[in-house]
């Protein structure tokens, strides 16, 4: 699953320089929605699109539509790693958006997690292998807001759409983001019909790093613990890395690897993962 998660940034850098950020997005969404309501109605399950569309709705601008769409700009600026390595500050957001929004309790592992974060994040873009520029900056706010919108889609999702069937929550969300970035996707479409491989790249992120990753991930979710489906935001910005060094032949330098390091860190301190568990 988090070696799925972490083709995205690859697909996405293959895919946005040449449809936009924007149309990489909705096409991203489309054919992942298609395909999950697809599967919802071949299985005989209800939509659940009636009583609860004001939520998917919501879930489905925060949670795919903007952070996609973010992620796919800051791809035409930064590699496919900066970006797999920003995503993994999203536990961050999530513990904060869940004190806002569910009353849960912030500790110093969460402050902690913060500091550590901004330390990894400002080592990557200012030490980095790409020179720091107007856009490598933007891309890397970008990818900030992403995770920042995670955070919120998560706690919102926890306080609004809790219980209901997964597959069905899936595809609605996919479905609204893509009726949300459409407009905007049409103003932003290509002048020339995109080359063969920018076309593949889609397919793998509507297919493979949407449609089955979140498949999978709902089905992992009954089977095993929240802290090994965690460990997938430390797995996903590695793959994002190899992916990225193996197909497109992005450098990884020791800046790469300390601002993956510390990043991680923060999120296992936010997460409370392995020896930040006992010392809670």
């Not at 697909?11 to 449809?19: D, E, V």
């Not at 997005?25 to 919802?40: D, H, Q």
């Not at 992403?146 to 597959?167: E, M, N, V």
Request: glycine share 10%.
């Amino acid at each position: 699953m988090a070696a799925l998660f972490g083709a995205s940034f690859l697909f996405m850098r293959i895919a946005a320089p040449h449809f936009g950020a924007l149309p990489t997005a909705e096409l991203r969404v489309l054919i992942a929605g298609a395909v999950l309501a697809a599967f919802v109605l071949a299985t005989g399950r209800p939509m659940l699109t009636g009583h609860h569309w004001r939520a998917f709705l919501v879930v489905g601008a925060f949670n795919t539509g903007i952070p996609y769409a973010l992620f796919a700009f800051a791809a035409i600026h930064i590699p496919a790693g900066y970006s797999a390595i920003l995503n993994s500050l999203m536990p961050i957001w999530a513990a904060a958006f869940a004190a806002a929004m569910l009353g849960e309790r912030l500790d110093w592992r969460v402050f902690s997690g913060v500091a550590t974060g901004i330390a990894g994040v400002t080592l990557l873009v200012q030490l980095g292998p790409v020179p720091v520029t107007p856009g490598v900056v933007q891309a890397a706010l970008a990818c900030l807001l992403a995770t920042a919108c995670y955070g919120y889609a998560g706690a919102y999702t926890k306080k609004r759409l809790a219980g209901l069937p997964a597959p069905a929550a899936a595809a609605n969300t996919m479905l609204f983001a893509a009726a949300l970035l459409l407009p905007a996707a049409w103003l932003e479409r290509p002048a020339h019909m995109p080359p063969a491989g920018a076309w593949l790249a889609i397919g793998g992120l509507g297919l493979l790093c949407s449609a089955l990753a979140y498949f999978l991930y709902y089905q992992l979710i009954a089977r095993i613990s929240a802290t090994q489906i965690a460990s997938v935001t430390f797995l996903l910005p590695a793959f994002g890395i190899f992916w990225g060094w193996l197909f497109l032949g992005e450098p990884v330098t020791l800046a790469t690897l300390g601002g993956f390091l510390l990043v991680a860190l923060a999120a296992a301190l936010v997460l409370g993962i392995g020896p930040f568990r006992r010392l809670a």
